[in-house]
T-cell receptor, first 114, second 111 residues
Framework: KAGVTQTPRYLIKTRGQQVTLSCSPI?????VSWYQQTPGQGLQFLFE???????NKGNFPGRFSGRQFSNSRSEMNVSTLELGDSALYLC?????????????FGPGTRLTVL | KNQVEQSPQSLIILEGKNCTLQ??????????LRWYKQDTGRGPVSLTI?????NTKSNGRYTATLDADTKQSSLHITASQLSDSASYIC??????????FGTGTRLKVLA
């Protein structure tokens, strides 16, 4: 069974630009969550989608948005990039996102903002 | 404020030795506590998930404990191997679909 895939793996952008990251969950998984990981803040929860609906959102500004498609693939978008957005963006999928559902993480997209 | 604190920040041990990592949390409402292993440059991998009523869970050489009264958890690694070198992250799920992450313990196992 293929794991969670994220594209692209590496991205370099400049301040003010926007970026779209993609995540393909494990086949059959309907819940996709996104996280930001930085050396200073560690891992932080961005949002979670299930069946094309956002179920919860972390404490990030509105510049961070996402969506999920009918095939469970998900994208996240960051507009008006800031230097502080440089981070590893991880997505994780699970079957239903219920309480004890195991999350499977992808390898991440490393975003560098210059 | 919901917080998860881990100690130590980093740890160096010799191959074959045991070690214990600590996690203290002040998260409400509590749903479950998870431990993840993250190798450098890779996404985290789930080790254990414990709910309020569980106080011990094992996954091979990894054993996690949970004391819901004191809001403390530990991850014990037995007979460490070089491949155990990684960051170990404690995560508490709170309420509905929200996760609070600790900053991790970076473990280095030396031959």
């Amino acid at each position: 069974k293929a794991g969670v895939t994220q594209t692209p793996r590496y991205l370099i952008k400049t301040r003010g630009q926007q970026v779209t990251l993609s995540c393909s969950p494990i086949s059959g998984h309907r819940s996709v969550s996104w996280y930001q990981q930085t050396p200073g803040q560690g891992l932080q929860f961005l949002f979670e989608y299930f069946s094309e609906t956002q179920r919860n959102k972390g404490n990030f500004p509105g510049r961070f948005s996402g969506r999920q498609f009918s095939n469970s693939r998900s994208e996240m978008n960051v507009s008006t990039l800031e230097l502080g957005d440089s981070a590893l963006y991880l997505c994780a999928s699970s079957f239903s996102g219920t309480e004890t559902d195991t999350q499977y993480f992808g390898p991440g997209t490393r975003l560098t903002v210059l | 404020k919901n917080q998860v604190e881990q100690s130590p920040q980093s740890l160096i041990i010799l191959e074959g030795k045991n070690c214990t990592l600590q996690c203290n949390y002040t998260v409400s409402p509590f749903s479950n506590l998870r431990w993840y292993k993250q190798d450098t440059g890779r996404g985290p991998v789930s080790l254990t998930i414990m709910t309020f009523s569980e106080n011990t869970k094992s996954n091979g050489r990894y054993t996690a404990t949970l004391d819901a009264d004191t809001k403390q958890s530990s991850l014990h690694i037995t007979a460490s191997q070089l491949s155990d070198s990684a960051s170990y992250i404690c995560v508490v799920r709170t309420g509905t679909y929200k996760y609070i992450f600790g900053t991790g313990t970076r473990l280095k196992v030396l031959a």
